[in-house]
């Protein structure tokens, strides 16, 4: 009886034992490891995080029968205790299939159920970014089909979001706004310094978002989240590390990078570098289009001893000379979490490149010869000090908060020299953004929410200007293209958003901001005679939003929103001087307003089953104090003599306003679990009140893929594809830049790739893509650049082990 009894307790301390071991959770598709899945008994009252290789430990469940399993990407599980034994201790979990109720993004600010958001959200998840490979962030976007990326070198990239770019969409890095006092409403390239590599995962919010996020936001909202320091899970210490390298034919790329997670209970650190170097970019060969001999230029070599620049044929007419660049990123974080109260971070990123040459500036022809010898950005540098406070458990004012001090630094300047010129002048800003970020959420009932903070921006720009002889090497000081003794811009403002569920089916989402912005700025007119030293300017901007979310059936959702978002000027639009094409100057102006935009939006969500969902987006926008460019005159004269030339004289200013509609279609059908095919359509069409067309209103754009993928590989074959816009209805500004465009205006064009991520080994990953396979020569809408012709990529990733 004894040895029966001996016999049975050992028996269940081996049963106990089993079930106390560690389960993996894996896809279903591929048996990937998912990090992140969230063990849970029924009740709730305990959880576990499964770590980067997607384990777990059951220790705390031998209790339960029945525990849950969730991840924000996968269909939950309510799982038996027998049956993980039974499956050997691994869980396969199910994509989501267009379900819209329970799937979460984290938007304005906080995670949320994406069926009670009446907002348009396109979610860039990091198995997104790992299959595409993107070279740079704008790349990235692009592959969303619903962000049309401009270039104007190919170390650039200005995102286009429902007719707005530039200083007129928003780009938020880890809660902390990115746009400074010197954003242009030209291009920006100042998304290449984000690493799409260290990003978690990133959120494009269409349309106004200055309720939440302030000035800038008219067009939309470009939320990205760098990967966060975790800690361990099980054990007392656990260290990741993944490393990937990429090499790409159509420019000679070369990129390594590598990430270092150090990982404790209370304290771990995240590392990520990253560095890729460029040479000159191949344009497709096949001409199908009535371009401009884009490559068959000239290009210059340089000065003889007696300053003569020499032009000379370029071999290679599909290179595209120079347009070489090189880009290094880190991203270094450090997470203490003292009790179960708060979680402190710290993170530090460095941006860097090379000098990018300025490569439409340089296609330029004046008379015979090119109209510059040399024409480049210098270093784009940016580094961000970022430190946040995140509050968790219940206080009267708040249920979680988070609290976030960032300071920013960008550094940026331009150089350029005229063919047959011996002055080589120099311009340099430095910006430091100071911010402030305080949000807090309240649950004020079961079916209320409140949303509410502030945010407090302070940027100092400074801003230099000299030339020196490139013979004699002599030096001298030049007009700067900003105020040079003193400018400071800041903005102040805060915010209310409510969510209410009036009913199962229904939901509200409404909210207000109060801003204040000011901006002040001293010349020095040692440099340039101006009709006044000073420039001071005070803007005030209410806004606010208010949307609806109805869900009739659980496979039919209807949201329709309507908002407001601003735009204050900026340094940039008041004081900033410089020649903004041949034979025009632009000069300051102290009476802007801010420019406004209200807009509404309907949304129509549709699933079939576990099959396929239509979504169909219309939305319009009326634009009123539109700032732009318009002729001037500067102490009673409509031109004066600058940089040798004499130019007509213009200035930003309140002289316009427009319309825009547009649409958005997409299809996505999951033939099996195997098979999917998605596809994206954009329209849109802008007006100025003059009739003319709005600079920013993206061609009709879209793009096709068709995917397969099990546990050995993914491959996917898809095209992007841009309708043309006719000469006579290109906005006047782009007109002026024939050398973009053919006789016939902005050309269509569709490209044809294939892409594929192959598993070598349990950790190790290979990429391959065919880019462009057709190699064709097209130019996208209001680019400097042809795009890249055949490209072919290969990449490994060793991904956490």
């Known amino acids: 009886m004894q040895r029966i009894l001996l016999l049975l307790s ?79 201790y691994i869980i396969e979990l199910h994509e989501h299939t267009f379900q819209m109720k329970g799937f979460t993004v984290l938007a304005n600010k906080w995670e949320q159920d994406k069926s009670e958001l009446p907002v348009s959200i396109s979610e860039i998840r990091p198995k997104d970014i790992s299959f595409q490979s993107p070279q740079t962030t704008p790349d990235m976007l692009s592959n969303t089909g619903k962000v049309f990326v401009q270039k104007s070198q190919l170390g650039g990239g200005s995102p286009m979001i429902r007719g707005f770019s530039a200083n007129s969409v928003l780009l938020v890095v880890d809660g902390v706004r990115m746009n400074n006092a010197i954003f242009r409403s030209g291009n920006l390239q100042n998304s290449l310094n984000i690493d799409p590599n260290s990003l978690g995962h990133a959120e494009v919010i269409f349309g106004p978002g200055s309720v939440t996020y302030g000035s800038d936001a008219l067009g939309g909202v470009m939320d990205f989240h760098t990967k966060e320091a975790k800690f361990v899970t099980e054990g007392k210490f656990d260290l990741d590390i993944d490393a990937f390298t990429r090499a790409s034919s159509v420019n000679n790329e070369i990129t390594v990078g590598f990430g270092l997670d150090l990982k404790w209970k209370n304290f771990s650190s995240h590392t990520q570098f990253l560095r890729s170097d460029f040479s000159n970019l191949q344009a497709g060969k096949n001409h199908f289009g009535n371009y401009p001999e884009f490559g068959k230029r000239n290009y210059v070599v340089g000065q003889n001893s007696l300053g003569n620049d020499t032009m000379l044929k370029n071999e290679d007419v599909s290179i595209m000379m120079p347009s070489f660049f090189s880009v290094i990123n880190l991203n270094q974080k450090f997470r203490y979490k003292p009790n179960n109260k708060m979680d402190i971070t710290y993170s530090y990123i ?149 969510k209410h569920t009036i009913s199962p089916k229904l939901s509200l989402l409404a909210g207000i901001r109060y801003s204040i912005i000011n901006l002040q700025s001293t ?85 079939f089953g576990k099959i396929a969902q239509l979504e169909l987006t219309a939305y319009a926008s009326y634009i009123d104090n ?3 460019r318009r002729d001037y005159t500067y102490k009673g004269a409509d031109s004066i003599m600058y940089d040798g030339s004499m130019s007509k004289v213009q200035a930003m200013q309140n002289d316009d306003n427009g319309t825009i509609f547009g649409g958005v279609a997409s299809l996505n059908i999951n033939i099996n679990e195997h098979i999917k095919f998605r596809t994206v359509y954009n329209i849109a069409t802008g007006k100025s009140a003059d009739g003319n067309a709005l ?82 020569f097209y130019i996208p809408y209001s680019s400097g650049i042809p795009a890249a012709g055949r490209n072919f990529m290969i990449g490994l990733h060793l991904y956490p082990f």
């Open 350 to 498: 460095m941006s860097t490149t090379s000098d990018i040459p300025r490569y439409d500036r340089l296609s330029q022809y004046s008379g015979d010869n090119l109209k510059y010898a040399e024409w480049y950005y210098g270093a784009q540098n940016w580094t961000m000090h970022n430190l946040r406070l995140r509050l968790f458990r219940g206080h009267k004012f708040y249920d979680s908060g988070r609290i976030i001090l960032a300071f920013q630094r960008f550094d940026e300047s331009r150089h350029d020299r005229k063919f047959g010129k011996t002055e080589f002048r120099h311009r340099s800003e430095r910006v430091d953004l100071y911010t402030l970020n305080v949000d807090f959420s309240k649950k004020l009932n079961p079916k209320t929410s409140l949303y509410y903070g502030a945010e407090l921006a302070v940027n100092n720009v400074i801003s230099a200007g000299y030339s020196r002889d490139i013979i004699t090497d002599d030096v001298k000081l030049i007009q700067t293209r900003y105020p040079n003794e003193s400018n400071l811009y800041s903005s102040a403002g805060a915010f209310v958003n409510v």
């Open 10 to 88: 050992l028996l269940l301390l081996l049963s106990l034992r089993s079930i106390a071991q560690n389960v993996r959770v894996v896809n279903s598709i591929n048996e990937d490891p998912i990090p992140g899945v969230i063990i849970s008994d029924t009740a709730k009252t305990q959880y576990r995080v499964s770590n980067s290789k997607g384990e777990v430990s059951l220790e705390s469940f031998k209790r339960f029968d029945f525990v849950l399993i969730q991840h924000n990407y996968f269909l939950p599980l309510l799982i038996s205790m027998d049956s993980i034994k039974s499956l050997n």
């Open 695 to 776: 600079r920013h209103v993206a061609p009709n754009f879209g793009s096709t893929s068709l995917s397969y993928e099990n546990k050995y590989f993914k491959a996917s074959v898809y095209s992007n594809y841009s309708a043309s816009i006719a000469f006579d209805d290109l906005a006047p500004s782009e007109q002026s830049k024939t050398y973009m465009y053919t006789p016939d205006g902005a050309e269509k064009w569709f490209t044809l790739n294939f892409k594929t991520d192959i598993k070598l080994y349990k950790n190790l990953h290979m990429n391959f893509a065919v880019e462009n396979i057709l190699d064709r």
């Open 523 to 607: 010349f020095d007119t040692t440099t340039n005679s101006l009709p006044f030293n000073d420039i001071s300017l005070t803007s005030q901007a209410p806004n606010g939003s208010i949307g609806l979310a109805y869900m009739l059936r659980k496979d039919l959702q209807i949201n329709t929103n309507i908002g407001s978002g601003f735009r204050a000027p900026n340094l940039d639009d008041v004081a900033k001087v410089f020649d903004s094409e041949p034979g025009s100057v632009v000069v300051p102006n102290q009476n802007l307003k801010p420019e406004y935009v209200y807009s509404a939006e309907l949304s129509i969500i549709k699933s």
């Open 626 to 628: 539109i700032i732009v």
